[in-house]
């Protein structure tokens, strides 16, 4: 097709950097424990505007934070993805390609209720905020709720808050919301009006270029800029699927702006898939021909068996 280009914001350095180079792992590199020459790394970078000393302070912040590890032969370094990482990449990665049809809900909930002392503040908050990153949502001041049974969210909260008097939290597993409940008071205790806003906004960005992407394989925007496209989106697709609670479908209902907002993805993520991995494999061909020889890319066409053979 006539090279539409869509005028895109260029990632920024450092923080940017950080979240742009996990994104691209996570993507073409997904599963893999070999290590990328860190050369490799900073020119995959600076297709993204990043310079060579904001590649490189990228690379080092992510290895003091343990996503990376470096392994040294010589005079070269070379980065891998560490054994923790892509557990949690893994994770991730599958909240990024919901199936187009979800999984089947049986109606139950697990609550968690709590009783602090005033003095307990900082703990308070601390609980709220947990519950919140683990998809839970507040229902009344001190009650908050998730569909199904949540026993392994749960011990990670606990495993990252420490000891809590177990007098003062109390969890209901296989609890059922009587139907007399409202739906607006679930879409209230989720923030549901805002997520589906911002599901909206996504497809008022990005849905024209997928209208504009022909049905002909070979008509693609140019490597570089496949590459640059595909990965805005993703980040994009990525901030809002961290925004989202991930309630099952008998909650949103078939006009959940997520839905369409997914097509959207899906079709340009897709389109753009071979290209954006083909500039990828030529800057790690001179650094290691062999290591060019395993990237890869995932699509949400194909996504439950990338997943799977992970």
């Not at 869509?6 to 996570?26: A, K, Y």
């Not at 001190?142 to 569909?147: H, K, V, Y």
């Not at 990237?295 to 068996?305: E, L, M, R």
Request: hydrophobic share 40%; aromatic share 8%.
């Amino acid at each position: 097709m006539t090279t539409a280009t869509p005028l895109l914001p260029r990632f920024q350095q450092d923080p940017r950097s950080q979240q742009l180079l996990t994104v691209l792992l996570g993507d073409y590199w997904f599963a893999r424990d070999e290590p990328i020459p860190s050369s490799a790394l900073v020119e995959l970078l600076s297709v993204f505007d990043v310079t060579p000393r904001g590649g490189r302070a990228a690379i080092q912040r992510l290895a003091q934070r343990g996503f990376l590890q470096s392994e040294k032969s010589g005079r070269r370094t070379a980065y891998a993805v560490t054994p923790k990482s892509r557990r949690q990449l893994d994770a991730h990665v599958r909240s990024l390609f919901p199936p187009r049809t979800p999984e089947p809900w049986d109606g139950t909930w697990t609550l968690v209720a709590y009783s602090l002392p005033d003095d307990a503040r900082e703990t308070r908050r601390a609980l709220r905020e947990r519950l919140r990153i683990h998809g839970f949502g507040n229902l009344y001041d001190a009650l908050w709720m998730r569909p199904g049974e949540q026993t392994t969210a749960l011990r990670e909260i606990s495993d990252e808050l420490g000891a809590i008097d177990p007098d003062q939290v109390t969890v209901f597993t296989g609890a059922q919301i009587p139907r007399s409940m409202s739906a607006r008071a679930v879409w209230s205790a989720f923030d549901l009006d805002d997520v589906a806003g911002a599901y909206r906004a996504f497809i008022a960005r990005w849905g024209a270029l997928a209208d504009r992407i022909p049905d002909s394989p070979a008509e693609l925007l140019s490597g570089e800029e496949a590459l640059r496209t595909r990965t805005s989106i993703m980040t994009d697709w990525r901030a809002l699927r961290r925004a989202d609670p991930h309630l099952p479908a008998e909650l949103l209902g078939v006009d959940f702006p997520m839905h369409e907002a997914r097509e959207v993805c899906a079709k340009v993520y897709d389109h753009l898939g071979p290209p954006a991995e083909s500039v990828f494999r030529r800057i790690l061909t001179p650094h290691d021909g062999e290591l060019a020889q395993r990237v890869s890319h995932h699509t949400f066409a194909a996504s439950d068996s990338l997943l799977g053979d992970a």
